[in-house]
């Protein structure tokens, strides 16, 4: 069965740490894997990824990901108290996105 | 361009009567979803539209659960009749056909009572 698994589930951080957020998947069809930040209702588009060991960037938000091991990793930098909301994984699999959990980020000011 | 609309925003309803959802896609958009998002948990796949025809529904309650896309832009997602579970953000997102990248809208959150 497909899976997306992400963790750590919920997070809680002081503003200027960094976190990273994984996101480990195993499905039949890989297309792509996104990741998605989630503060009220809808999820807002951060990052799409296609191929392993590129690294995307905006700002202080960085992604990359490992075809070979499966994974990804979402990296913050010098958080700040905006950043709090349930960051989320997906992977585009044949014609449909199969969602991980999420991981619900807390910054503190 | 503009984003996709759905509404109502809220929706609070009591256990056995029924609700609907809409969503307009983003002009163009060929593709249309509705998700389900329960609280605590990652969107799921209820059904996945093409054009008017559907692609995808292996996850919807059939039971309860009919949607409709019948001129292939907008869509309708009906639950009839409601269970306590049933509450959940209800998502619609669209994209091109094929693309890797899809826009969601804002969502409705329904609590059944």
């Known amino acids: 069965e497909d899976k997306v698994v992400q963790s750590p589930l919920s997070l809680v951080v002081h503003e200027g740490d960094t976190v990273t957020l994984n996101c480990s998947y195993e499905v039949t069809n890989f297309r792509s894997l996104l990741w998605y930040k989630q503060e009220k209702k809808a999820p807002t588009f951060l990052f799409m990824l296609?191929?392993?060991?590129i690294e995307k960037k905006s700002g202080r938000l960085s992604s990359i990901l490992d075809k070979k091991e499966l994974f990804s990793i979402l990296n913050i930098t010098a958080t700040q108290t905006g950043d709090s909301a349930v960051y989320l994984c997906a992977v585009h699999e044949t014609y449909k996105y199969i969602f991980g959990t999420g991981t619900r980020l807390k910054v503190l000011a | 361009e503009a984003g996709v609309a759905q509404s109502p925003r809220y929706k609070i309803i009591e256990k056995r009567q029924s609700v609907a959802f809409w969503c307009n896609p983003i002009?163009?958009?060929?593709?249309l979803y509705w998700y389900q998002q329960i609280l605590g948990q990652g969107p799921k796949l209820l059904i996945q539209?093409?054009?008017?025809?559907?692609?995808?529904d292996s996850q919807l309650p059939k039971d309860r659960f009919s949607a409709e896309r019948l001129k292939g832009v907008d869509s309708t997602l009906k639950i009839q009749p409601a269970k306590l579970e049933d509450s959940a953000v209800y998502l619609c997102?669209?994209?091109?056909?094929?693309?890797?990248?899809?826009?969601f809208g804002s969502g409705t959150r329904l609590t059944v009572v």
């Open positions: 002009s163009g958009h060929a593709t």
């Open positions: 997102a669209s994209s091109r056909t094929g693309a890797l990248r899809y826009t």
């Open positions: 296609t191929s392993s060991g």
């Open positions: 539209f093409q054009n008017n025809g559907v692609v995808d």
